[in-house]
């Protein structure tokens, strides 16, 4: 009886694991909410640009809920002297907005940009696309 007993326990513990791996599994993941931004420097500013997005505006996106997706600079001709390209992923737009809007408000942020920025300007242009995943893209 107690054999019995343990064995109908192990099969309990067993199948409600398995049941919840299979309820909690979400066959098809969230779609998020993404921005490609393309920042083009003032001449001579890139290194200064690319130091600021390292040392602070990363971590600060972070902090405000973005997604730090990918940082890339073009590997040659005109544009890798003074681009800087980014992708950053949301839940959606709305949490965006809320993000951004936070972002630049941050004393943090706003000390990183002025301490940058005492020998100038770093940013010239910035270009902006949001952009949904297709159905067959990896990243979601």
């Known amino acids: 009886m107690r054999n019995a007993f343990w064995c109908v326990a192990a099969l309990v513990v067993v199948g409600a694991f398995w049941i919840g791996r299979l309820s909690a599994a979400d066959p098809a993941p969230k779609m998020r ?3 490609m931004r393309t920042y083009t420097a003032n001449e001579g500013k890139l290194d200064a640009l690319n130091a600021r997005f390292r040392d602070h505006t990363t971590r ?3 902090k405000h809920g973005m997604t730090n997706i990918g940082y890339w600079v073009p ?3 005109d544009r890798s002297k003074d681009t800087l390209v980014y992708i950053l992923a949301f839940p959606d737009k709305e949490a965006r907005n809320k993000a951004f809007k936070e972002f630049a408000e ?3 942020w ?7 920025e005492a020998n100038g300007k770093l940013v010239k242009k910035v270009e ?3 952009m949904n995943p297709t159905d067959y893209s ?3």
């Open 33 to 35: 909410y993404f921005e």
């Open 60 to 62: 600060l996106f972070e």
């Open 75 to 77: 590997s040659e001709g």
């Open 106 to 108: 941050d004393p943090d």
């Open 110 to 116: 706003k000390k990183a940009q002025s301490e940058s």
């Open 128 to 130: 902006s696309i949001f």
């Open 138 to 140: 990896p990243i979601k």
